[in-house]
């Protein structure tokens, strides 16, 4: 097990974002504006229309699924870490029809929000930094040991 110092809790913030943004996109740049380097983002709330995404573990390539219809967001879980020393936002989405029909994955941009509350916790300590693993093809925090 890798060693690992703990990070402190730093600043907290709780907002919504407005109808008609794009999810993925202004939690970018919430966090660029207000200098996240690491952190926790946690939300609920309902999109117009999703985009998400499947890594194919083969092809080592994000397969894009646009779903152009209504959703409730059940769990939207990330993180947030240091990418080319720009903070990047790597989002989760557990969402259900009106039917009760569950989709899920790797938010994309392109994911417009009907209405949205979010949680958002900084961590304080070294920023993780996400490098591309040539062995699995996903971009990963690079200072994490097996």
Known sequence: MPEEKPYLTGRTYIFKLNKGDDLLNELQEFCRDNQIKCGIIKGI?????ATLGFFDQKKK???KVKHDRAFEILSLLGNISLMEEKPMVHLHASMCDDQGGLVGGHLMGGTTVF??????????????MRK???????????????
């Open 132 to 146: 591309l693993d040539k062995v699995t093809g996903i971009t990963i925090w690079a200072d994490c040991k097996e």
């Open 115 to 128: 209405a949205c509350e979010i949680f958002v916790q900084e961590l304080v300590g070294a920023p993780k």
């Open 61 to 63: 390539k994000y397969n």
């Open 45 to 49: 709330g309902a999109v117009s229309c």
